[in-house]
């Protein structure tokens, strides 16, 4: 019996065609840290919130106001799905099933999912190189077009993974935008990659500065979220991102 997930929409908003937008918490939070950047920065308006049985019975603050964890936000041109809890395992599946339907009734043109890939050697590098994965030649293509790698070979594991299926069964092209990352460790410096590729494919010019120079302050704000966040990865199997499947070795 499928469980009860609902997309509850605060008001009537004219939106056709939008690309979406999705940053959930995952490898180094990365998904998170640039969705709530990208809220800030493009001065996205909250439009929905996300309701389930199955999530934790959490809500969160914002300036003494009680508002739910997972969100939407946007305009008629880009939505943002983000969450400031940890999805746990076992709602993975119906979330990306409600998305996907809901994405297709906005006839959303493009899906991009922003996320980390876990490196062990991260400490060494400056600037997280950016790779990307697709759904469909359409997908690949706008990779392509952009410059940004793709990724050839290997595992995808999580929520984003899901929505790049579940879009693909709907014939909605959905990308996958994955920095260098820690694994454990919220960073922002992926982030700032992350949304470096963002900005590429949109032809947006959102400014990351911000996010490197409070990196320390927003690596202590996202301490408990990623603490969270490191029992559902378990459980998702993304250690397994770094390996390459065993036909290929």
């Known amino acids: 019996?499928?469980?009860?997930?609902?997309?509850?929409?605060?008001?009537?908003?004219?939106?056709?065609?939008?690309?979406?937008?999705?940053?959930?918490?995952?490898?180094?939070?990365?998904?998170?840290?640039?969705?709530?950047?990208?809220?800030?920065?493009?001065?996205?308006?909250?439009?929905?919130?996300i309701e389930s049985s199955i999530f934790p019975p959490v809500m969160v603050l914002h300036k003494g106001i009680l508002t739910e964890p997972v969100r939407i936000f946007g305009d008629k041109d880009i939505l943002l799905v983000t969450s400031e809890i940890a999805i746990p395992p076992n709602a993975i599946y119906d979330l990306a099933n409600t998305l996907a339907n809901w994405f297709k009734e906005k006839r959303a043109k493009l899906v991009i999912s922003l996320t980390g890939i876990p490196v062990q050697e991260r400490m060494e590098i400056d600037s997280p190189m950016v790779f990307g994965v697709g759904n469909s030649e359409d997908a690949l293509s706008v990779l392509k077009k952009n410059e940004i790698e793709t990724m050839e070979e290997g595992f995808i594991a999580g929520i984003?993974?899901?929505?790049?299926?579940?879009c693909s069964r709907r014939n909605i092209p959905a990308i996958a935008i994955l920095a260098q990352s820690f694994l454990n460790y919220p960073d922002p410096g992926a982030a700032a990659s992350a949304i470096s590729s963002l900005n590429k494919i949109l032809k947006i010019n959102v400014d990351v500065k911000p996010l490197l120079e409070k990196a320390d302050e927003i690596r202590v704000k996202a301490r408990d979220l990623m603490k969270q966040t490191q029992g559902a990865m378990g459980a998702m199997k993304k250690p397994l991102e770094t390996e390459i499947p065993m036909m290929y070795h």
């Open 160 to 166: 984003y993974a899901l929505l790049l299926k579940e």
């Open 1 to 49: 019996m499928p469980k009860e997930i609902k997309i509850v929409e605060k008001e009537d908003i004219k939106i056709d065609s939008p690309v979406v937008i999705e940053g959930f918490p995952d490898v180094g939070l990365v998904g998170t840290i640039a969705s709530l950047h990208l809220i800030d920065q493009l001065g996205l308006n909250e439009i929905a919130h």
